[in-house]
């Protein structure tokens, strides 16, 4: 396995990685509930299976 993708925290960016880049949170809900002051991400994911976010 290549990388583990979760969601349901916040994260600033969108998304962040860790553990040497084979874990990614991802968030896709901007300034969320009005408390948070964080952007949405996006991951998508090509038929070669590489990832590139917004």
């Known amino acids: 396995m290549d ?3 979760r969601a ?3 994260v600033e960016d969108g ?3 860790f ?3 084979q874990l990614v949170t991802l968030f896709s809900a901007p ?3 009005g408390e948070f002051d964080n952007a949405g ?3 998508s ?3 070669n ?3 590139s976010f917004q």
């Open 3 to 5: 990388l583990i993708c």
């Open 41 to 43: 991400g996006m991951m």
């Open 49 to 51: 299976l590489t990832c």
């Open 45 to 47: 994911v090509d038929e």
């Open 31 to 33: 300034n969320y509930c």
């Open 19 to 21: 553990c040497r880049r």
């Open 8 to 10: 349901h925290q916040v």
């Open 15 to 17: 998304f962040e990685f």
